[in-house]
């Protein structure tokens, strides 16, 4: 897997580097060997000659550079013809995903040759492999900035929406990396969220493999740097599967899971939602036994939590956040020292007797 620049969140709409690492890159294509019908394993292929091979002939489309302009079109062309074979659009589809897969000069010609609106018309085809080819597919164009507009003006984002709710398991993860490529673009993520993209990542988040929850978490992340989605997260019920997440450190998801919380409690809406969902609880034993980057965020969510609300600090002094936090600002970086006895300052406030709203 290529790595594009693990050190940057600027992919996921934030420039905030202490969430480096929490997250990593949505890359192409991560669905392994290609079986059945439109293999390159089994058939023929446009590029490259006869069908043996098969092993060398997939790594020739992946990473090829001097293909024909009128190799692409006739792939192109394949994918619209009406009398194509859903065999043959196959294994179209699969040489133009693979042609974008590696090559960040292949994918500008490959959409500059047009494939970007018939790729986004098989996003919602309902033949399930060829819905995952054009998911795919459309995640490898949009790897590219230049090409994100272009998908978005072919209509991408509403057919990749319900990808994640009907397509194949590789399908629904592609879809949330693809979606998340596109909310790179701040014009764009806001017009995810309206799409109806947020339930469904919610649902990969709360019910989707290993793989699958990750990239949910990593595109609700980057959904969330927009408020209209974060409220909307809220009225989905993002909290209560984020919190779960957190509690188990088994899941392998709970520093991503605490930076998505973090991202909702900016708001008043996700505050309010995560201490009715028992957050407090969760955040005071993640700064006492955590490790240091979620001790970091979850004083950062408290500190958001507890600030305006004298209700808030004494829930969370009364779960006794006062001890780890005096701990921390012992032993911690100077950052997360200075989150921490900011904290200890507020939790010591006496409670507000006027003015707050939450007392």
């Not at 909307?232 to 919380?261: H, N, W």
């Amino acid at each position: 897997m290529e790595k594009e620049n693990p050190s940057s969140n600027r992919y996921m709409g934030r420039n905030d580097s202490d969430t480096s690492g929490a997250f990593s890159d949505c890359n192409s294509d991560r669905s392994g060997e290609f079986t059945s019908s439109g293999s390159p394993t089994t058939s023929s292929s446009s590029i490259g000659g006869g069908g043996g091979g098969g092993g060398l002939h997939r790594l020739l489309v992946s990473y090829a550079v001097d293909y024909s302009h009128e190799v692409v079109r006739r792939l192109i062309s394949d994918l619209e013809s009406p009398s194509a074979t859903v065999e043959s659009q196959r294994r179209a589809a699969m040489e133009l995903r693979l042609l974008a897969k590696h090559n960040p000069e292949n994918r500008l010609r490959v959409a500059a040759a047009g494939a970007v609106g018939p790729l986004v018309a098989l996003v919602s085809h309902p033949d399930p492999q060829l819905q995952e080819h054009g998911v795919t597919a459309v995640l490898n164009l949009s790897l590219c900035d230049e090409n994100k507009t272009l998908i978005a003006a072919a209509g991408a984002i509403r057919p990749l929406v319900r990808a994640l709710s009907t397509g194949t398991p590789v399908a629904r993860e592609n879809a949330a990396c693809a979606l998340l490529r596109l909310a790179q673009l701040d014009d764009l993520r806001t017009a995810i969220g309206r799409s109806g993209a947020i339930p469904p990542l919610v649902a990969l988040l709360e019910s989707g493999g290993p793989r699958a929850k990750k990239d949910a978490a990593t595109a609700l992340f980057a959904l969330l740097a927009s408020r209209e989605n974060k409220a909307r997260a809220v009225e989905t019920g993002i909290v209560r599967s984020l919190l779960d997440l957190m509690a188990d450190p088994d899941s392998g998801m709970v520093d991503k899971a605490a930076y998505v919380l973090n991202a909702v409690v900016e708001v008043a809406e996700g505050r309010a939602a995560a201490v009715e969902e028992d957050g407090i609880p969760v955040l005071v034993e993640m700064v006492e036994t955590g490790t240091s980057r979620q001790k970091d965020i979850a004083v950062r969510s408290l500190l958001q939590i507890c600030k305006e609300s004298a209700i808030y600090r004494k829930m969370a002094a009364h779960e006794g956040a006062i001890p780890p936090l005096v701990a921390l600002s012992q032993s911690a970086t100077k950052k997360s020292k200075e989150k921490a006895e900011a904290l200890i300052e507020l939790l010591r406030q006496p409670r507000r007797t006027a003015g707050d709203s939450r007392r």
